[in-house]
């Protein structure tokens, strides 16, 4: 992968026109691709897993009064966090693959600056990478379309308890605004049997008060916005890994093998 292979051309074109080799077989895509999917699979992973501890405690706390009632949401953010530690290997493990893919294809466009042969198996593994990005890609967008859900809910949950604290300074009756509520299991958070399953009026405001919320808030927020991160280093990767198949493949019809 290294374009300058022998001592001797180094010595002879000087330091300064190596360097220059050197960094122009960087795939500098992939490595920024790369660089973009860490930074948003560590705000995925790290901001999603202690959102997910907080929801539960907000749930518990404010929405649940029998155990029962949130055992199944509970099951599931356990689990869920578990799949995240799962991801974040994953990613680190694919990012690198698709880093070494980039210099493999980089190093086989070269080919003024070293021996390096574009053979019909390195054509098939950059084909396997673009199909396997693909479909991350896809399924990766739905991830990013799940994620938006809590935001939505306490987006609104937020923009209630503003309408409710209005209607508070404006009204002088407690009832004017009593009638207004946010109910959890309409999102899915908690089964239709559950009770209470909502709050209504200053009960919640004030839970719009509390520190778990805005934290809670916060960090949906930030996982929403790795999960966009991620999604948009595996299309520049999808990208990236195309373009270098192409290169090969026509590299492969010129007899460049």
Request: charged residues 10%.
């Given at each position: 992968?290294?374009?300058?292979?022998?001592?001797?051309?180094?010595?002879a074109?000087?330091?300064?026109?190596c360097?220059?080799?050197?960094?122009?077989?960087v795939?500098?895509p992939?490595?920024?691709a790369?660089?973009?999917?860490?930074?948003?699979?560590?705000?995925?992973?790290?901001?999603?897993?202690?959102?997910?501890?907080?929801?539960?405690?907000?749930?518990?706390?404010?929405?649940?009064?029998?155990v029962?009632?949130?055992?199944?949401?509970?099951?599931?953010?356990?689990?869920?966090q578990?799949?995240?530690?799962?991801?974040?290997?994953?990613?680190?493990?694919?990012?690198?693959?698709?880093?070494?893919?980039?210099?493999?294809a980089?190093?086989?466009?070269?080919?003024?600056?070293?021996?390096?042969?574009?053979t019909?198996c390195?054509?098939?593994?950059?084909?396997?990478?673009i199909?396997?990005?693909?479909?991350?890609?896809?399924?990766?967008?739905?991830?990013?379309?799940?994620?938006?859900?809590?935001?939505?809910?306490?987006?609104?949950?937020e923009?209630?308890?503003?309408?409710?604290?209005?209607?508070?300074?404006?009204?002088?009756?407690?009832?004017?605004?009593?009638?207004?509520?946010?109910?959890?299991?309409?999102?899915?958070?908690?089964?239709?049997?559950?009770?209470p399953?909502?709050?209504?009026?200053?009960?919640?405001?004030?839970?719009?008060?509390?520190?778990?919320f805005?934290?809670?808030?916060?960090?949906?927020?930030?996982?929403?916005?790795?999960?966009?991160?991620?999604?948009l280093?595996?299309?520049?990767?999808?990208?990236?890994?195309?373009?270098?198949?192409?290169?090969?493949?026509?590299?492969?019809?010129?007899?460049?093998?």
């Amino acid at each position: 992968m290294f374009p300058v292979r022998q001592p001797w051309l180094c010595k002879a074109l000087g330091c300064y026109d190596c360097c220059v080799r050197c960094i122009g077989a960087v795939p500098y895509p992939s490595l920024v691709a790369t660089l973009l999917v860490y930074a948003g699979m560590a705000l995925f992973c790290g901001c999603g897993h202690e959102a997910l501890s907080q929801t539960e405690v907000l749930v518990e706390t404010y929405f649940a009064r029998n155990v029962q009632d949130y055992m199944v949401m509970a099951s599931f953010i356990k689990y869920f966090q578990y799949v995240i530690y799962g991801l974040a290997s994953f990613f680190f493990l694919y990012g690198i693959l698709l880093l070494a893919e980039g210099f493999y294809a980089t190093s086989a466009v070269k080919q003024t600056f070293g021996e390096f042969r574009s053979t019909q198996c390195g054509r098939c593994l950059s084909l396997t990478f673009i199909i396997v990005t693909y479909i991350l890609a896809f399924i990766w967008l739905a991830v990013f379309a799940f994620t938006a859900i809590p935001v939505f809910f306490l987006f609104n949950m937020e923009q209630t308890c503003h309408d409710i604290n209005i209607l508070a300074e404006t009204t002088p009756s407690i009832n004017q605004h009593g009638w207004i509520c946010m109910d959890a299991r309409q999102f899915g958070l908690l089964p239709w049997n559950a009770m209470p399953g909502k709050s209504c009026g200053m009960t919640l405001a004030s839970i719009c008060k509390t520190s778990e919320f805005y934290v809670t808030y916060d960090l949906y927020i930030a996982a929403f916005a790795g999960a966009g991160i991620t999604l948009l280093a595996l299309f520049l990767y999808l990208v990236a890994t195309t373009y270098n198949y192409a290169v090969l493949r026509f590299l492969g019809r010129k007899g460049i093998r």
